[in-house]
């Protein structure tokens, strides 16, 4: 069964705009950390921001914030005023806890393009 | 600081051909280890983790093997590359803590790998 989904092969937005990256996973272990990392053309995968299963907060780190919706099992990425910069791939990625050997596992991608 | 090497860059090698992939960690004792493969447009998928010397795990049967002779040192190989070995190698490390679950991975740059 997949554990992660992303739904959106590609986005569009234009520059300053917000963007909304969706993810849904899948599990039955109460504690788990969503992830989500930035791959541009060049290959390395940047870690943008995590989500612990327990964190009563949605997490921020700068322009990117998770809206974290529990009962739905999503964690979208939302990235605000976009940058011409941002242009890239975008992975969500989850790790179990309870469930043998914390290995991340990656969704497909969502290939984001910004416009000027 | 913790840094991680991984080298070559990109590499074309004719089917049938050995090969080995290396991936140093420094900065860090006792770390755990992993390569994923990114076939081209595709999500990253776990080949093998080592959770110290001589540890491996291997995630999906194939054509690849790996190894860990020393504690920060991680190798990927072949005997006899096929076609279906082609994509974007990237070796990663992550340290665990005791119930931690935001240590997220440090990628290295990635190896893209062409069998002809």
């Known amino acids: 069964a997949q554990k992660i989904t992303q739904t959106q092969p590609g986005m569009f937005v234009q520059e300053k705009e917000a963007v909304t990256l969706d993810c849904t996973y899948d599990?039955?272990?109460?504690?788990?950390?969503l992830f989500w990392y930035k791959q541009p053309s060049s290959g390395e995968m940047i870690f943008l921001i995590y989500?612990?299963?327990?964190?009563?907060q949605n997490a921020t780190e700068g322009r990117y914030s998770l809206n974290f919706q529990k009962a739905r099992k999503s964690a979208n990425l939302v990235i605000s005023a976009s940058q011409l910069g941002d242009s890239a791939m975008y992975f969500c990625?989850?790790?179990?806890?309870?469930?043998?050997?914390?290995?991340?596992?990656f969704g497909t991608g969502t290939r984001l393009l910004v416009s000027p | 600081s913790q840094t991680i090497h991984q080298w070559p860059a990109t590499l074309v090698q004719p089917v049938g051909s050995p090969l080995s992939l290396e991936c140093t960690v420094e900065?860090?004792?006792?770390?755990?280890l992993y390569w994923y493969r990114q076939a081209a447009g595709r999500g990253l998928q776990l080949l093998f983790y080592?959770?110290?010397?001589?540890?491996i795990s291997s995630e999906v049967p194939q054509n690849l093997s790996a190894s860990r002779p020393q504690d920060r040192q991680f190798i990927l190989s072949s005997k006899k590359l096929l076609l279906s070995d082609s994509g974007f190698y990237l070796c990663?490390?992550?340290?665990?803590?005791?119930?931690?679950?935001?240590?997220?991975?440090?990628f290295g740059s990635g190896t893209r790998l062409t069998v002809v």
């Open positions: 990663a490390w992550s340290v665990e803590e005791a119930g931690g679950l935001d240590d997220g991975y440090t």
């Open positions: 599990t039955s272990d109460p504690s788990y950390g």
């Open positions: 989500q612990g299963s327990y964190d009563q």
């Open positions: 990625a989850m790790r179990e806890v309870n469930t043998g050997f914390q290995k991340l596992v």
């Open positions: 900065g860090t004792s006792n770390p755990n």
């Open positions: 080592s959770v110290g010397i001589g540890q």
